[in-house]
């Protein structure tokens, strides 16, 4: 851990119409407020003439309260320069919930570094449609709940996966190979908010069964994607991608062993990218900052 | 270069249902023989029930005469066991064709190989529907053909070009970012004989600009695919595949340079594994052979 | 799961001077005693003339009782060939024991993998130098030995883990980031029968805090090296190697953490290869079969 | 290409102690005498508390008469905030010499991306210790300059590689797999301005026959290493490294083929960085802008 990440800082996420001096005048907002800046990136994507910028600074010693930062930033700058921004504070600790089904790589990965305190978020529940997996929470001592999502009773039951959801106050939702199909009012709730991982490298091989997809074709390298989880199918932005080889020797249950390591890893990349507020999300694409 | 592989060898690739014994058999046949085996890999497709093979044996001292081994090993073994199997000698320098067009990183690249003495092949004609590249067949003093193939002339044209293919006695054709599509007579002629470098990850980005369609999807890696070319449109059978990352900062324009490196060494790498006749095709995939 | 692999088989490792007809001879041995090879991989070392082999057999119908059938073999072949083998049976479920100190992460990548099913291996205890990790022990319901070992009593110590070794049948070790170097007689009781996992792209950055070294150094690849424990500190022969890319962004905590994703599965990975019976040790290097 | 890339620019390159509003002062300058900032990117070292910044910002319309800028900055904010920096400008083509030995892989990749107008860069010579490649000049229309060194005459020949690049005004020196170790006096003349590729992942490998040597050790990936050259052999720093995955069945040769592949890519991705001006060097590390 940098223990310089411990102190309590502010996070602005922000992107406009690119414009001469908006790094300067940002900037300048902060440290002549006495904040110390700790990490600026930003990019400028010239094929559209948009300016994306990731700020993070120092509470301590800052002159502008933190509960009043907001209201001055949106006054005296989000108006002016046409800024779409968001800002939050590192003191708020996240509150994840991971949705699961029958498969435990992707729930248990995410666990170990959870409880090595890798992550600076709090897992206060587990979802699932199955009760297979209960002995994790056990194990790691977080509610498990059984919401058994069919295709007949799925309204019905997402309200009470709202309920759960809500009791817990949760803010975004991990879908750890989740089997089920979200409803567009679940997605809606929870806008670039729900994480999912899809056992393909997308666009390849969207939809059902991937890997049986991947062996039909015959492809070299079998791939995982995490995206966050839109209305359209499998199309969501994508967060993190990540493939390995495979040859002709490998029988379709050979890409599914090899796949799981692929998909655990590149969900939690994606989960502690969210985590650390470090992704922006825009035209259906993430800015993924480093 | 292997001292060993500069002895005249021959080279079985075979598949046929699999069945007990049919590995000792085949080695039976070469060691009873006295030939030294220098080469076997195999595998058994479970799915299938299928057995593959690649054997290679020297000739010095084989003591059935080369011109006679593809008769006793048809009439002794293949009816037999049923065996689909192709035998060549590594005493025939295979001819190969290279058709370009406009972009010049994958000729150069593979004649660089071939000046250095690589590739144990033959290239003693370039193709393109262009003269831009003229200079290049100048560079490496070989014989540079413009047919101007046209989406109306196509038929015409090609019988221009196997007119030359046949008379430089061409055994196998690489298509290094030719833009043209070919006929299905053209295809007809040299079955798995025509290797094409499709510049995505196959099959997500099939047909045309696959860089602009990675941009728009915000994929986070982009990828080349080679393949053997066939009547479906980048469908042929994979030989190789890699991928390479990309951020949100990469324009169109940075795919396409990426790109380029991944498409040559891709190609490259297939083109390598078929002079070395490393590679058996079935149900429109590849096993290549290590 | 590759449900063919679930009947008893036979799995013969082996090496020897390479001579021709070796793979007939053997195949032939399998084949006549109406043997069903199920797997066969070999290779021929020529720079050492040195031939390598292995392959699996089915056991139900083996016209050679399974108690017979390393005798027939030893008295038939091995010494006429002049073989360096050795057989195993599937039906032996090995024994495996975890070393740890204080990290968890290679510790939950394999406990999760081997409560999942993955592996077809026994792991009846866990031992450690640290009580730490304890409550890992706790949540998957297996024993953890705390074993405090020191510089100064490290030979009493390693008594008492032989006594645990031994009091459940272990066959192999694995040290996850174990912390403590082992006496030669410990290594002398099990080898190439502990598998280490280092935390750097070997033989780069050996010894203590490769991280730092690697900081230090400005490399722009990190990576792990899994091994088997000889006696010279990190040169045993390497099972499996990976690396992951870094910038100059990263400082060296970053390092550790990007780490610990590739030691836990580069460690995994040999694990699973030694599980399986693919890996054949000579001259201080590994031939890892597919 | 970028055109936006095409009109003259100023690229600052900058490091100094971590300060409170480094990055406001300086955009400021830029924008306040109206540049249009077309590149940024910085970091902060925390480990060092040491700042990093590269802007690149477009002349025209820009205040200030380009001649006057370097002074003006030095002026204002070199000595005020302890700078230090480096301002080039895009319409200085420079110069780069290529050496060469025997090997042409390097070479001709090179020379490939340069014919081909990737580039902005001119290559007015190529100089090597043998005439073997001579040929590749002539291909190229590239005067090609034979300086024969050898142990004991390397004074006086490299008297006249000077005289060679000070004719042909090189500012940077690639050397692609050339064989001969440059004396002090040659480094000292061009400080970060020597790239070289290692055929190795240095640390590991250094010195003779690397391939020889990671085949002795057996590990399961080979690397490249393109770095500046420094009075340490192989111990400057470190540009770009990639590796790639062998097995057991790689003889040396088959290494030396693979490795081929590996440093004439990661070659001529250091020397882009390097025409781009995208490299910052210190504390034997590089800062490379991405």
């Not at 600026?40 to 994306?52: M, S």
């Not at 089904?101 to 992550?119: F, N, V």
């Not at 309204?155 to 817990?168: P, S």
């Not at 985590?275 to 259906?284: M, S, V």
């Amino acid at each position: 851990m940098k223990t310089d990440q411990k102190k309590p800082t502010a996070i602005l996420r922000m992107h406009c119409q690119d414009q001469p001096g908006i790094i300067a005048v940002i900037t300048e907002f902060i440290t002549t407020n006495s904040g110390n800046i700790i990490y600026l990136d930003q990019y400028v994507d010239r094929a559209n003439g948009t300016f994306y910028m990731r700020v993070e600074w120092e509470l301590d010693g800052f002159l502008i309260p933190k509960e009043k930062i907001i209201d001055y930033f949106d006054t005296l700058y989000a108006h002016r320069y046409g800024l779409d921004y968001h800002i939050s504070f590192s003191t708020h600790r996240q509150k994840m919930a991971i949705f699961v089904s029958k498969m435990s790589h992707c729930l248990y990965d995410m666990l170990s570094r959870y409880q090595a305190g890798e992550w600076d978020v709090e897992i206060p529940v587990i979802i699932s449609n199955h009760p297979d997996l209960a002995y994790i929470g056990e194990q790691f001592n977080i509610p498990f709940e059984v919401v058994p999502v069919t295709r007949d009773n799925k309204a019905e039951m997402e309200q009470k996966e709202f309920e759960i959801l809500d009791r817990y106050g949760i803010d975004f939702i991990v879908l750890a190979r989740y089997m089920q199909v979200l409803s567009e009012e679940f997605m809606a709730r929870y806008p670039n908010r729900i994480i999912n991982i899809h056992h393909s490298f997308l666009p390849a091989f969207i939809g059902a069964k991937p890997y049986h997809q991947a062996y039909e074709r015959g492809v070299k390298l079998i791939g995982a994607t995490s995206h966050y989880v839109t209305a359209d199918l499998d199309a969501g932005p994508i967060i993190e991608q990540d493939v390995t080889r495979i040859t002709h020797r490998d029988s379709v249950s050979d890409l599914v062993k090899k796949g799981r390591d692929l998909e655990k890893i590149v969900l939690s990349r994606a989960v502690e990218k969210h985590i650390q507020r470090k992704i922006l999300t825009y035209n259906n694409k993430t800015v993924v900052f480093s």
